[in-house]
């Protein structure tokens, strides 16, 4: 089966065009069949010079971005980013999961009011991942939707879109601001946005320092 990426950002006559094929894509297919070919369209990141990225190249070049250009986000792309989030794994399967798209202004500057949430009322959208915490779900539903989450995250970085978690916040004040019932709890905001900014290089822990083989 042959992938074929088309590079949107190249299109100059609206059809799209074509600039990889490859045997295996890190992605699934979303697109119908072309030629008896699964399509995957797939925008070239904006802060890429190149047609692809590949996912790894993806991984590896996220970072948590705070600054966003004034700039909404498309519903075609937010809709990928939560269909990410809905195909993740859970535990049996249970799906233990709500998110809470804010785009209103007034929530977001309240969500903002932290000292560790304030780039939350720049960003055009901010989603509240939250958990169930009933008998079945409770010792697995914050595995599920942080994995939920970082999907998005991941995917919203391959359409260019930047994004940060956000653990700040006081969760008694946002599930009254946000009406989450009891029995679920909040795990963390992310917002996303078009980078307005080209964030450091992070340190991170040397490999060996956090990886051994066969033993702590
Ligand atoms: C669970 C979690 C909670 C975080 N909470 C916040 C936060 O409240 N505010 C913030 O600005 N960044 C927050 N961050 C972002 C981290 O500061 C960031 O991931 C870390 O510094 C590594 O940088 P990088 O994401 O660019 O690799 C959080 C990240 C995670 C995973």
Redesign the pocket.
């Known amino acids: 089966m042959t992938y074929v990426i088309f590079c949107e950002n190249c299109d100059t006559n609206g059809g799209g065009k074509s600039v990889l094929e490859k045997n295996v894509s890190p992605f699934p297919p979303q697109k119908g069949s072309h030629n008896g070919d699964h399509v995957l369209m797939m925008n070239a990141p904006a802060h890429s010079t190149s047609h692809f990225l590949s996912l790894v190249d993806v991984i590896l070049s ?3 971005i ?1 600054r966003y250009q004034h700039k909404e986000i498309p519903r075609d792309a937010l809709d990928k980013i939560l269909e990410a989030g809905r195909q993740a794994p859970s535990a049996m399967n249970r799906q233990p999961w709500h998110f809470i798209v804010v785009t209103n202004h007034e929530i977001k500057k309240e969500l903002s009011k932290w000292l ?2 304030k ?1 939350i009322k720049d960003s055009p959208v901010t989603i509240v991942g939250c958990a169930k915490t009933g008998f079945l779900d409770r010792k697995w539903s914050t595995i599920g939707t942080s994995i939920a989450l970082q999907n998005m995250v991941i995917t919203a970085w391959a359409l260019g879109i930047g994004s ?5 916040f006081k969760e008694d004040k946002v599930k009254q601001l946000l009406k989450i019932p009891d029995n679920w709890k909040i795990v ?1 905001l992310v917002t996303f946005g078009y980078p307005d900014e080209t ?1 450091h290089v ?1 340190r991170k822990k040397p490999i060996e320092k956090v990886v051994s083989f066969n033993k702590f």
Request: aromatic share 14%; proline share 7%; glycine share 14%.
């Open positions: 996220r970072r948590s705070r560790f949430t780039h940060c978690w956000i653990g700040g963390a964030p992070k």
